[in-house]
């Protein structure tokens, strides 16, 4: 076993060399760039393993997006390259921050203007609210095409953390871009989307229980799945 | 503000004190302070605003320090004088607070031992992009304005030498150009700041078309009605009301109808840069041949006296200049620098260190960072790292933060 994997770890170099290749051996570990060192004495037995594991084996190379600072968020950088067009992320993080800051300066007029016994309901942090709008956009359960005897029945299914996660942010960026008047910019529709979604109101939470709801009114072809 | 009110300050048992100064001061707002000012740690010992509201006293004691401009004062003195930025943030804190920073002092104190029998002082403030050179000019105008003057402001001179979408050909003289949406919009300011002094009596007959003229002895007032109704002689009327003000600045004698006249351009190096305006035939205007530039160019030479000029460099909005120009021979050119010489020059920096930290506590203050890693100590190293402690940097940073 080892032999066959050491076989794939030789330098194979193609004949096309692209500068940065995203298709890695499986044995390659992720990146982890947080400066954040944990001691030895706090680790459980799993991660102590990992730790060992990272100073045997190789690792991929970083990407240039990623910073060592406390500042980077995986998330954030899920949904700016999902936003992405053409590979102009400028752009696309351009939109993002100004859709974080016009959120902020909602929240923060609303925190201000609003009496101190309300101030502790309003959420300021834009960041809080966008994790929090995103977990609600989530589909719980899917729907899948099967065919049985000649027929395509759609089938619900339950679906990995990723594909939620996929589904969330793609449903959140279609919406912006087609159902809201042409002349606003993307930040005001972005901003204005991820607020209501906060609150579980919105087209996109609409949505996910129109998904749901469909779901459950094909619960009877449940057993039609076989995985 | 005396000194032993300070002192009491300082000592780190009174944040409690300084509590009761900052609402007393800032007398409208009835917010609490939050909790984030007991986290102002005793160790720092950096108070960042001041109760003192009155720019006319604020002194080095002051420096780093916010001070509120009442809300009656800005909606009056600065229609369209604040940068777009501090607006919004005027409009999401709830306040307008301006930081209290030595090139503004040192203009302010130049104001209060100038003796105004004698020809206008020219006072330029220059500084790198975006290092606080508009809002420096915007808080020498309001001491000007709690003294009583006479506030000529034009806010951007270049917004006159660029997307202009009515260039017409001037009603009085053949070779100019008038801009009447421009000199509209700037009558109408010019008459929300200036109310009090609308009733002022002016000198000349002005003659706009074959059956309107307005006669000698009526009021300033009606001078920029006339401008604001009638679009088509609106840059003449702005033209005739910079004249009648700088022969009457200093003309009267000292009784009621005496005024100081302050005129702060901001973007001067726009009068004499190139414009990107095209004339009918496609060949491009000069700055000369415009009606509202021209005019101005009259009121920068300092043949007239009681009163102020106080200009600011721009390169943001400037045409045909490089990015890194910020010195005042760069920006205006051979031809602006003997026009504006001899004149004071201010320069503007970075924040320094006191100034960052006092910037940086007025944001935790006002709930404005909300990152919990910008709160901490690396998070503001970070912050000083990124920004080199440049004004408009830091601001844009914190706003996504």
């Known amino acids: 076993m080892a032999a066959s994997v050491r076989y794939l770890l030789k330098p194979w170099t193609p004949s096309l060399c692209f500068v940065r290749w995203s298709r890695y051996n499986p044995y390659y570990l992720d990146p982890d760039p947080s400066k954040d060192a944990v001691p030895e004495s706090e680790l459980s037995p799993e991660q102590k393993e990992l730790q060992e594991l990272k100073t045997v084996r190789p690792i991929k190379a970083a990407l240039s997006s990623d910073t060592s600072s406390p500042f980077n968020d995986p998330l954030m950088s899920k949904f700016i390259n999902m936003m992405m067009e ?10 993002m921050t100004q859709t974080l800051e016009t959120i902020k300066r909602r929240q923060v007029e609303k925190y201000h203007k ?3 016994a309300k101030r502790e309901e309003v959420e300021c942090n834009p960041y809080a609210i966008f994790h929090q709008a995103l977990e609600n956009c989530k589909p719980i359960i899917g729907l899948a095409s099967v065919q049985k005897g000649g027929k395509f029945y759609q089938v619900p299914v339950p679906l990995t953390d990723n594909r939620r996660r996929f589904l969330a942010m793609k449903w959140l960026i279609t919406e912006c871009r087609d159902n809201k008047h042409r002349r606003t910019h993307m930040y005001e529709k972005l901003s204005q989307e991820l607020l209501a979604a906060f609150a579980n109101e919105g087209n996109v939470v609409k949505r996910k229980q129109d998904l749901h709801k469909m779901a459950e009114a094909n619960r009877a072809y449940a057993h039609y799945r076989w995985w | 503000m005396n000194l032993h009110k300070l002192a009491s300050r300082l000592r780190p048992t009174v944040t409690q004190k300084f509590r009761h100064f900052h609402i007393q001061g800032s007398g409208q707002q009835l917010e609490a302070v939050v909790g984030e000012t007991s986290s102002a740690e005793p160790s720092l010992l950096s108070v960042f605003r001041t109760s003192e509201q009155d720019p006319a006293c604020h002194s080095e004691r002051h420096t780093g320090q916010y001070y509120t401009i009442p809300p009656a004062h800005i909606q009056k003195l ?16 709830n306040e307008g607070c301006v930081m209290v920073r030595p090139p503004a002092l040192e203009l302010i104190s130049y104001l209060k031992r100038v003796d105004y029998s004698k020809p206008p002082l020219r006072y330029i403030l220059y500084g790198d992009t975006g290092s606080g050179k508009t809002l420096s000019l915007c808080h020498a105008l309001h001491y000007c304005y709690t003294q009583g003057w006479l506030i000529l402001h034009i806010p951007d001179a270049h917004l006159w030498v660029k997307n202009c979408k009515e260039l017409l050909p001037s009603s009085s003289r053949p070779s100019r150009f008038d801009q009447p949406i421009q000199a509209s919009q700037w009558l109408k300011n010019f008459k929300i700041t200036n109310e009090r002094f609308l009733s002022k009596v002016q000198l000349d007959r002005y003659v706009w078309t074959k059956r309107e003229s307005t006669e000698e002895g009526r009021p300033l007032g009606e001078l920029v009605d006339q401008g604001v109704n009638r679009m088509k002689s609106s840059s003449d009327v702005v033209g ?14 000292d009784g009621e109808g005496a005024f100081k006249l302050a005129v702060a351009v901001d973007g001067v190096n726009a009068l004499w840069g190139k414009t990107t305006l095209k004339k009918e035939d496609k060949t491009m205007c000069e700055p000369e041949e415009l009606t509202l530039i021209h005019n101005l160019r009259k009121m920068m030479k300092n043949d007239w006296s009681g009163g102020a000029i106080l200009t600011a460099l721009s390169q943001t909005g400037s045409l045909f200049k490089p990015r890194s120009a910020y010195l005042p021979n760069e920006l ?3 031809e602006g620098f003997d026009n504006m010489e001899p004149f004071v020059p201010v320069s503007v920096p970075n924040y320094s260190e006191k100034e960052f930290e006092s910037c940086y506590l007025y944001y935790l203050d006002r ?9 901490s100590e690396e998070g503001k190293k970070e912050l000083i790292f990124l920004s080199n402690k440049n004004p408009s940097i830091l601001e844009r940073l914190c706003a996504f933060l």
């Open chain 1, 86 to 95: 053409d590979g102009n992320k400028i752009l696309a993080r351009g939109i």
């Open chain 1, 114 to 116: 609003s009496p101190a």
């Open chain 2, 78 to 93: 600065f229609p369209h004088g604040l940068p777009p930025r501090f607006q919004l943030q005027v409009k999401t804190f």
């Open chain 2, 240 to 253: 005739a009301v910079l004249r009648e003000l700088r022969l009457q600045a200093g003309g009267a004698t």
């Open chain 2, 332 to 334: 205006l050119g051979e």
């Open chain 2, 367 to 375: 709930n404005w960072l909300q990152h919990p890693h910008s709160r």
